[in-house]
T-cell receptor, first 112, second 111 residues
Framework: DAGITQSPRHKVTETGTPVTLRCHQT?????MYWYRQDPGHGLRLIHY???????DKGEVSDGYSVSRSKTEDFLLTLESATSSQTSVYFC???????????FGSGTQLSVL | RKEVEQDPGPFNVPEGATVAFNCTYS??????FFWYRQDCRKEPKLLMS???SGNEDGRFTAQLNRASQYISLLIRDSKLSDSATYLC????????????FGTGTRLTVIP
């Protein structure tokens, strides 16, 4: 157990509404990541953070923003959700001592 | 071109069989490789790292072939509980230190 909690676990929303997903960790890890997973594409990096207020874009960042005001929380925001953002979202942490990623349980997001 | 490519399967094998998956990667400078296991509707969980010399953990063996740019996962004496999707991952050598993942190979072990 890597001490990662994602919330909500499931969400259904309508096109055009803002959505925020939360990732909370209890082990004070510096690196945090947001991925989305879609059939045929696998896991793709959206944004990542390497410290408080330090974030950068990943492979599929368009339409997403992130914030990290505290070490333990990494928020992913869809400013105006679209149906193409229906996906499973995973948060991950990387322990500073190695390169391995450990994942949260995921959030299933449906945009109708 | 995708950074990492896997055969999606499915692989359907009987209990006790040996099965192998391969995963190719595009960046010849890649240094670190991993296999993850993902059960249906669950998060990926680290199965094992892949070292240059190969490594073994019980019934699982991971190997790296740098010349041909692929990694492999061998499962011996397959169990019903091995049924899952297996994801290979390659470390991004640029700043993010994130992992590039394959799309996964689905394994079903049949009684």
């Amino acid at each position: 157990d890597a001490g990662i909690t994602q919330s909500p676990r499931h969400k259904v929303t309508e096109t055009g509404t803002p959505v925020t997903l939360r990732c909370h960790q209890t082990e004070n890890h510096r690196y945090m990541y947001w991925y989305r997973q879609d059939p045929g594409h696998g896991l793709r990096l959206i944004h990542y953070s390497y410290g408080v207020k330090d974030t950068d874009k990943g492979e599929v960042s368009d339409g997403y923003s992130v914030s990290r005001s505290k070490t333990e929380d990494f928020l992913l925001t869809l400013e105006s959700a679209t149906s193409s953002q229906t996906s499973v979202y995973f948060c991950a942490i990387r322990r500073a001592t190695n390169e391995k990623l450990f994942f949260g349980s995921g959030t299933q997001l449906s945009v109708l | 071109r995708k950074e990492v490519e896997q055969d999606p399967g499915p692989f359907n094998v009987p209990e006790g069989a040996t099965v192998a998956f391969n995963c190719t990667y595009s960046n010849s400078a890649s240094q670190s490789f991993f296999w993850y296991r993902q059960d249906c509707r669950k998060e990926p969980k680290l199965l094992m790292s892949v070292y240059s010399s190969g490594n073994e953990d019980g019934r699982f063996t991971a190997q790296l072939n740098r010349a041909s740019q692929y990694i492999s996962l061998l499962i011996r004496d397959s169990k019903l509980s091995d049924s899952a999707t297996y994801l290979c991952a390659v470390l991004d050598q640029t700043g993010a230190n994130n992992l590039f993942f394959g799309t996964g190979t689905r394994l079903t072990v049949i009684p």
